[in-house]
Nanobody, 124 residues
Framework: QVQLVESGGGLVQTGGSLRLSCAAS????????MGWFRQAPGKEREFVGG????????DFADSVKGRFTISRVIAKNTVYLQMNSLKPEDTAVYYC?????????????????WGQGTQVTVSS
């Protein structure tokens, strides 16, 4: 079992930055690929970005590419989502997810473990 806890969400103005953390317990994340997803009210959960188990490869949704980055610190068993140049349309609950294996996927059902989510609100 892997328990994931997100933190770092909050209220920020347009153009601001936030860094979300996803801390894991139960097992080391070193053999898990990680994904970040978000869900706005009335919308489906969507892929934001993912990082491979080694941390060598990451990819992002077109809507956040160039603004968001993902990193992982194995020693801390933590994955981060750095969000810059935030826009009101980035407002959502953000979730981290883990799947055993090398690669991340953009489909939520591919992930075995999920955090509880953290709210990000971007004011205009």
């Amino acid at each position: 079992q892997v328990q994931l806890v997100e933190s770092g969400g909050g209220l920020v103005q347009t153009g601001g930055s936030l860094r979300l953390s996803c801390a894991a317990s139960g097992r080391t994340l070193s053999t898990y690929a990680m994904g970040w997803f978000r869900q706005a009210p009335g919308k489906e959960r969507e892929f934001v970005g993912g990082i491979s188990w080694s941390g060598s490869t990451a990819d992002f949704a077109d809507s956040v590419k160039g603004r968001f980055t993902i990193s992982r610190v194995i020693a801390k068993n933590t994955v981060y989502l750095q969000m810059n140049s935030l826009k009101p349309e980035d407002t959502a609950v953000y979730y981290c997810a883990a799947r055993r294996g090398t690669w991340y996927y953009s489909v939520p059902r591919e992930y075995e473990y999920w955090g509880q989510g953290t709210q990000v609100t971007v004011s205009s």
